[in-house]
């Protein structure tokens, strides 16, 4: 392997990691709306019918 394959395969690498992290952040991003979503439920459920 030539030394500007291997780099080339460490620079994509570079890019899939940077992809997965912000995969991560949004992921964490659903997972808070989705907790304030059970949160609001909750709140209509303990004030009963309107």
Not at 8 to 21: C, E
Not at 31 to 36: K, Q
């Amino acid at each position: 392997m030539s030394p500007a394959a291997i780099a080339q395969m460490v620079a994509s690498a570079r890019i899939d990691l940077g992809a997965a992290r912000i995969d991560l952040g949004s992921a964490r991003i659903d997972l808070g709306s989705a907790r304030i979503d059970v949160a609001s439920a909750r709140t209509d459920v303990a004030s009963g019918p309107r």
